[in-house]
């Protein structure tokens, strides 16, 4: 400990350049920061060099977003150094806990996909799978979340303004990325002749390291980041003209590729950016997957022996173009050669059923940018439907439907067909998810290539999503079970036995009550309102979408508002409804769900005749830190997606595992959640996805169904009308106007259902033990979503590494 707290004190001296009295909080966490890590680094080298060494397959894992977080408790927590770091501070009057709370969050991500990617990474480093992930190392990330009289103001996410002590630069791994040009052909004959791509502008993309520690530091994976530079950052003689704007145009267009996550694609120039970001992040990290594996291995055939290369989501999918056009214009493969290795190399994880978010590109300006990839798609896409024309059972239909070219209307290429016609797997990430898979979006290619979609249910890192945000209750479940769980997330079965002692579901109640004091007191710092700890915290906490319905929650809150004036003689459960989550910033209909959360708030907040039963917030700038204080305070945990709209989730998960109950539709993973907790430690509602099928195909009418519901027509008229925006009388009336011409998410065919699951909370709540008993099973039963068991089961069907 001495000898810790020496090394950090050292670090401070030379390499932060402050002594002891002059140092302010950021530089100790600095200081702090680059001692642990000369320890991971060590651990790092040695992971790298043991790979090398076994000359083992590396998995690749490609993601447009990494939502890492905060990586100080992260990497103690992993290293086991907690207490040793804890102590060694302590001897300079410094307190671990206050410094890592000053750590900015990585702004690499904006909600499941991001969290996901870095679960993942965490996970492979656990396990010992030799693994890189990549992605984009951006300035500014999605962006800060203000809130303004309601409404959401983005900002920008300056997490990299003091530097970022965790990464290492490697100038040697940079890389030529080309937009535009033309294409030509020499020494055309009997072969074709070579083609060769003279992009018209280039940038250079360089990475950026940061180590990825893994349970108990037994090994150390990268995830590299890809920054991007003009080659010619400066033009001097423009510069010398006067032109100092012109002068700095290349080295600007280049920042502009990594500045943020998501640029609003509403405009032409907002969708070139989008497109620009994908073909950096993918050609760089194509190019140097192969540069790798010809360095160490030798033979670009063996790609597929030595590199298993995941995509998550769409966004990547250009990679498959990528390889192809390195494999027969650098490497001088046979296309069918080509198709072969790149197929056989590339796995695709789908995470969305909703169209719009299968991601396609107008056809002129995905040909404007990369002429030669267009090219090759075109190709790929003449392989694929001649071989779609010989299967039987599939006709011109089915055709257009598996074509990578979207016919209808504005010619557009389907990146989603691109990935899946590329990949030797496609996987979907809940059992319903990859039903619906075959089902819908992928019905037709399916029929083509019937043994290539598989499921993988998410899961998530237990040492971030237990031992590290709930340290209370990881420290009781030691009491409990012992250490086995922390090694293994589904010895937390072991816990079940102990719903029905008495004593440890007190000790429970206790852990969890802790958790919302702490809650409470950060809601009451950093928004000014009181909340009572012994109510029930109900929170729902994600992206702002339609279909992920705040609004029917929003709509219920309303109601519940209205009954609980109305009928004050009852015995109402005092409850606190909690909302977070960003919206994009394009999405208009988000955005007004967002200010209507704080338009209900502010009324309701302000109404002493509900004061002590009914409270709402909606918490701003919701991300990884922010998650990992509300989640273990949580009592309800709401997953109300329409059914069959949500892949998976994985906040479900996390609410499970720190002991919430789930409120949901049966969608996602919320199905497996339920057959592994018990149909009675879970609130149900609403319709299935086939029954959300039915009702669309058989003529939905939303009036009639408001109209039969007086609760329902109640608290919609009430929104629509003004009562909670008199500022604006009209401002809901559109939104409430699409539930009755409409009502594409259901909320009104679901709502008397989910009003009904609310009052059979309101019920279990009233009987604390069933309560409790409740939450020690969902604890016990959800350690099967660990994403331990998920990567395991890559590595096994797919990434063939274990």
């Known amino acids: 400990m001495q000898e810790l707290a020496d090394s950090i004190l050292d670090t401070l001296v030379h390499r932060i350049g402050k002594d002891a009295q002059a140092a302010r909080p950021h530089d100790w966490l600095a200081a702090t920061i680059l001692t642990v890590r000369n320890d991971i680094v060590e651990r790092w080298m040695a992971s790298t060099k043991a790979a090398h060494a076994a000359g083992a397959k590396r998995v690749y894992y490609l993601s447009l977003e990494f939502l890492i977080g905060r990586l100080l408790r992260d990497a103690v927590t992993n290293l086991q150094r907690n207490d040793e770091v804890t102590r060694a501070l302590a001897l300079h009057g410094v307190d671990l806990a206050a410094l890592e709370e000053i750590e900015p969050d990585a702004a690499l991500g904006n909600g499941g996909l991001g969290r996901l990617a870095a679960c993942f990474m965490e996970s492979m480093a656990s396990l010992a799978l030799p693994a890189y992930g990549y992605g984009i190392r951006y300035v500014n990330g999605m962006f800060r979340q203000r809130i303004d009289d309601g409404w959401q103001?983005?900002?920008?996410?300056?997490?990299?303004?003091?530097?970022?002590?965790?990464?290492?630069?490697?100038?040697?791994?940079?890389?030529?990325?080309?937009?535009?040009?033309?294409?030509?052909?020499?020494?055309?004959?009997?072969?074709?002749?070579?083609?060769?791509?003279?992009?018209?502008?280039?940038?250079?993309?360089?990475?950026?390291?940061?180590?990825?520690?893994?349970?108990?530091?037994?090994?150390?994976?990268?995830?590299?980041?890809?920054?991007?530079?003009?080659?010619?950052?400066?033009?001097?003689?423009?510069?010398?003209?006067?032109?100092?704007?012109?002068?700095?145009?290349?080295?600007?267009?280049?920042?502009?590729?990594?500045?943020?996550?998501?640029?609003?694609?509403?405009?032409?120039?907002?969708?070139?950016?989008?497109?620009?970001?994908?073909?950096?992040?993918?050609?760089?990290?194509?190019?140097?997957?192969?540069?790798?594996?010809?360095?160490?291995?030798?033979?670009?055939?063996?790609?597929?022996?030595?590199?298993?290369?995941?995509?998550?989501?769409?966004?990547?999918?250009?990679?498959?173009?990528?390889?192809?056009?390195?494999?027969?214009?650098?490497?001088?493969?046979?296309?069918?050669?080509?198709?072969?290795?790149?197929?056989?190399?590339?796995?695709?994880?789908?995470?969305?059923?909703?169209?719009?978010?299968?991601?396609?590109?107008?056809?002129?300006?995905?040909?404007?940018?990369?002429?030669?990839?267009?090219?090759?798609?075109?190709?790929?896409?003449?392989?694929?439907?001649?071989?779609?024309?010989?299967?039987?059972?599939?006709?011109?239909?089915?055709?257009?439907?598996?074509?990578?070219?979207?016919?209808?209307?504005?010619?557009?290429?389907?990146?989603?067909?691109?990935?899946?016609a590329g990949s030797h797997s496609v996987n979907g990430v809940a059992a319903l998810h990859t039903q619906l898979m075959k089902k819908t979006v992928f019905a037709d290619l399916h029929k083509l290539y019937p043994t290539r979609i598989n499921n993988k249910t998410n899961g998530i890192t237990p040492r971030r999503w237990l031992q590290q945000c709930n340290p209370g209750l990881t420290a009781l479940i030691r009491d409990a079970i012992g250490d086995g769980f922390l090694d293994d997330a589904e010895k937390l079965i072991d816990l079940d036995v102990f719903a029905d002692d008495s004593g440890f579901r007190e000790r429970f109640w206790t852990v969890k009550r802790s958790n919302k004091v702490a809650l409470a007191n950060h809601i009451k710092d950093s928004m000014g309102l009181r909340i009572d700890p012994d109510a029930l915290f109900d929170v729902q906490i994600k992206r702002i979408h339609e279909y992920k319905r705040q609004l029917l929650n929003i709509i219920e809150t309303v109601a519940l508002y209205d009954q609980i004036r109305s009928h004050s003689e009852r015995d109402w459960t005092p409850r606190v409804k909690l909302f977070a989550g960003k919206a994009a910033s394009s999405y208009h209909n988000a955005k007004l769900v967002i200010k209507l959360a704080n338009d209900v708030a502010r009324r309701i907040n302000a109404d002493p005749s509900v004061g002590g039963l009914l409270k709402v917030a909606f918490l701003p700038n919701y991300n990884v830190s922010l998650a990992e204080k509300i989640i273990p305070a949580a009592d309800l945990s709401e997953q109300i997606s329409t059914a069959g709209l949500e892949a998976s989730g994985t906040g479900n998960m996390k609410f499970a595992m720190n002991g919430a109950l789930t409120i949901g539709t049966l969608d996602g993973a919320n199905i497996e959640i339920k057959d592994r907790v018990g149909d009675d430690n879970i609130f149900i509602f609403g319709m299935t996805a086939d029954e959300v099928e039915a009702k669309r195909a058989n003529g939905y009418d939303p009036r009639a169904t408001i109209d039969a519901s007086s609760e329902l027509r109640q608290a919609v008229s009430a929104i629509a009308s003004g009562v909670f925006s008199p500022d604006d009388r009209q401002r809901y009336a559109g939104l409430m106007g699409r539930l009755y011409e409409g009502d594409w998410f259901m909320l009104a065919a679901d709502f008397d259902s989910y009003a009904a699951a609310q009052r059979s909370v309101d019920t279990r709540w009233n009987d604390r033990d069933a309560w409790v008993a409740s939450t020690v099973r969902n604890v016990a039963r959800v350690g099967w979503f660990s994403s331990d068991r998920t990567i395991r089961e890559y590595a096994r069907d797919i990434w063939t590494v274990m």
């Open 153 to 420: 103001v983005e900002m920008p996410e300056n997490w990299l303004a003091h530097g970022n002590p965790w990464e290492f630069e490697r100038r040697e791994s940079a890389y030529f990325v080309g937009f535009g040009g033309e294409v030509t052909v020499t020494d055309a004959g009997s072969n074709g002749g070579q083609v060769h791509w003279s992009p018209s502008e280039a940038v250079e993309a360089t990475a950026v390291d940061t180590p990825v520690v893994g349970w108990r530091g037994e090994h150390v994976n990268t995830l590299r980041l890809w920054t991007a530079r003009a080659f010619d950052p400066i033009k001097l003689d423009r510069f010398n003209a006067g032109d100092f704007s012109g002068a700095l145009a290349d080295q600007l267009r280049a920042e502009t590729l990594t500045r943020v996550l998501y640029p609003n694609d509403s405009t032409a120039a907002g969708q070139e950016l989008r497109l620009r970001q994908e073909y950096f992040f993918s050609s760089a990290s194509i190019q140097d997957i192969v540069r790798r594996h010809i360095q160490y291995f030798g033979d670009i055939r063996t790609l597929p022996d030595k590199a298993a290369i995941q995509l998550n989501d769409t966004h990547p999918a250009v990679s498959v173009a990528e390889l192809m056009r390195l494999l027969i214009d650098h490497h001088e493969f046979a296309f069918d050669e080509a198709w072969k290795i790149t197929r056989a190399t590339f796995g695709y994880t789908n995470h969305t059923l909703l169209p719009e978010a299968l991601e396609s590109w107008p056809l002129p300006l995905f040909e404007r940018l990369l002429p030669r990839h267009m090219q090759i798609v075109y190709a790929i896409n003449a392989k694929l439907l001649r071989e779609a024309r010989g299967t039987e059972g599939i006709d011109d239909r089915a055709i257009s439907a598996i074509s990578l070219i979207d016919e209808g209307g504005e010619r557009r290429v389907r990146m989603a067909n691109l990935a899946f």
